[in-house]
Antibody, heavy 117, light 111 residues
Framework: QVQLVESGGGLVKPGGSLRLSCAAS????????MTWIRQAPGKGLEWVSY????????YYADSVKGRFTISRDNAKNTLYLQMNSLRAEDTAVYYC??????????WGQGTLVTVSS | QSALTQPRSVSGSPGQSVTISCTGT?????????VSWHQQHPGKAPELLIY???KRPSGVPDRFSGSKSGNTASLTISGLQVEDEADYYC???????????FGGGTKVTVL
């Protein structure tokens, strides 16, 4: 069955960096576009970034453009999100999700990123 | 891209029907038939409920239905059940460079 497992979250100081990973299994990872979506505590969902099946092109929300980088390793069935220059407003649960054709058919369980001094 | 507009909360008694609206613009909801709905129980990840405005993934009860008129999409839950108490988010494709926009979420309470 399809599984998406995020990791790499934690507590980081403002201005710091963190790399999130999303390990995929149960499907041919290289066939699918993938997305990162986040949810601040007590808030709604926000689309963050998107990557085509072969690694390019990539797209970013204005709120993270220039600070976050999405990438993937199809040989390792893994999606990544490199987050630099982190701000307090980046505090959220980060989900990876599979794009099943204009919708997100499968989500991971999420990983919490807390940006605080 | 601004978030889609949803009511903050709706409620109903078991067996009743409730409808959640999701209002966007002619650049997102009105432009594409790629509206989806996700259900999120407390502390859990969202799950796909409806996609392409009206389609249900396998395993989703037919009590859940979607529709769209102009710039507004709607999710209807018929025969409300206790386990339907959750947050519901709409999502629409919005074009190449900012592909997706979400609604702010609606909390459904079963009285």
């Amino acid at each position: 069955q399809v599984q998406l497992v995020e990791s790499g979250g934690g507590l980081v100081k403002p201005g710091g960096s963190l790399r999130l990973s999303c390990a995929a299994s149960g499907f041919t990872f290289s066939d699918y576009y993938m997305t990162w979506i986040r949810q601040a505590p007590g808030k709604g969902l926000e689309w963050v970034s998107y990557i085509h099946s072969r690694g390019a092109p990539t797209y970013y929300a204005d709120s993270v453009k220039g600070r976050f980088t999405i990438s993937r390793d199809n040989a390792k069935n893994t999606l990544y999100l490199q987050m630099n220059s982190l701000r307090a407003e980046d505090t959220a649960v980060y989900y990876c999700a599979r794009d099943d054709g204009w919708h997100f058919g499968y989500w991971g369980q999420g990983t919490l990123v807390t940006v605080s001094s | 891209q601004s978030a889609l507009t949803q009511p903050r909360s709706v409620s109903g008694s078991p067996g009743q029907s409730v409808t959640i609206s999701c209002t966007g613009t002619s650049s997102d909801v009105g432009a594409y038939n790629y509206v989806s709905w996700h259900q999120q129980h407390p502390g859990k990840a969202p799950e796909l409920l409806i996609y392409d405005v009206t389609k249900r993934p396998s395993g989703v009860p037919d009590r859940f239905s979607g529709s769209k008129s102009g710039n507004t999409a709607s999710l209807t839950i018929s025969g409300l059940q206790v386990e339907d108490e959750a947050d519901y988010y709409c999502c629409s494709y919005a074009g190449t460079y900012t592909p997706w926009v979400f609604g702010g979420g609606t909390k459904v309470t079963v009285l």
